[in-house]
């Protein structure tokens, strides 16, 4: 059966225990729509684990009876996101023994994963501006390189890392392509620098990047 934890809530304004009282509170926890202090919410004796460390994270979680999973809203992406966990204080020690004792070892394993990804993302780049060139065959070949190199990036969110993009969608490489020569070609940064609204600048610069992608066409 999967586990469901308590959710704890950073809240972005001060908020009071609505059982003691007690306030401005850091962490709060909502049960039918009151708020607690983690005192009152028998987790007062948990301590803070921020994220970051992966792998003491998964012990501690592990070595923990109980636990609970700490967020934060998110105002810009209207939602919540993890901030760390809340473990045992005796499971947290544990956790970070372990990690000492094994610590060469994740740190070698970690060198060998990144040279793998590095040498992933140098095949995925080649592929890319492979495939660029072959939708715009005029294209000049250090333009099909910084397209490319831009769009490629790993953990950007930039189109060549949607799935699309990594299966070389035509539609996602030229979606890259168009951006690129938007920023690139024509007014349209100065234009939002101007405050014209995003819509209406692209419109305005449209055709200049039609031009340009025709030329490139041929």
Known sequence: MAVEPPLVVQPL?????????????????????????????????????PRGDAALTRRAREASALWAVVVRHNKRRTRYERQGLLVEEAALAVAEAACLADADARARRRERDAARRAAQDVRFMAAFRAEILRLYPDCPAARADEIAAHAS?????????SAAGRALDPGAVGAAVRAAVRHVDTEYDALLMQRVPRHQARRRVAPAIEAVLRAWRR
Not at 153 to 161: T, W
């Open 13 to 49: 304004k001060g908020r009071w225990c609505g059982e003691c009282r007690t306030g401005p509170l850091s962490m709060i926890v909502m049960e039918f729509h009151r708020t607690y202090c983690l005192d009152c919410a028998d987790l007062g004796h948990l301590v803070y684990l």
């Open 153 to 161: 990036v790993r953990g950007s969110g930039r189109v060549g890392r």
